[in-house]
């Protein structure tokens, strides 16, 4: 079993920042594909940023040059700068992990909101 403890959440003016953190532990032989992912009340999830093993990196078009995404370990981060109101979401991390059975899985965060007030 892997559990995931997602922490950084929190109320921030626009124009600030905030720095999430995700650290996945338990049967973890490796991690593939580390994201973050954000959702609105009554919609779909909607990928935010993701990063690969090796480090490859892609954004969603609206967070593009204000978030950065980042991994150590079995840790993923999101630096989330210059956040505006349209950003207020619950956020969620989203792990791709290999067991020592040789399966792979996903898993999910349990999501922390971020609030940013105009």
């Known amino acids: 079993q892997v559990q995931l403890v997602e922490s950084g959440g929190g109320l921030v003016q626009a124009g600030g920042s905030l720095r999430l953190s995700c650290a996945a532990s338990g049967s973890i032989f490796s991690i593939n594909a580390m994201a973050w992912y954000r959702q609105a009340p009554g919609k779909q999830r909607e990928l935010v940023a993701a990063?690969?093993?090796?480090?490859s990196t892609n954004y969603a078009d609206s967070v593009k040059g204000r978030f950065t995404i980042s991994r150590a370990a079995n840790t993923v981060y999101l630096q989330m700068n210059s956040l505006k109101p349209e950003d207020t979401l619950v956020y969620y991390c989203?792990?791709?992990?290999?067991?020592?059975?040789?399966?792979?899985?996903?898993?999910w965060g349990q999501g922390t909101q971020v609030t940013v007030s105009s």
């Open positions: 990063i690969s093993r090796g480090g």
């Open positions: 989203n792990v791709y992990v290999r067991g020592y059975s040789g399966t792979s899985a996903d898993y």
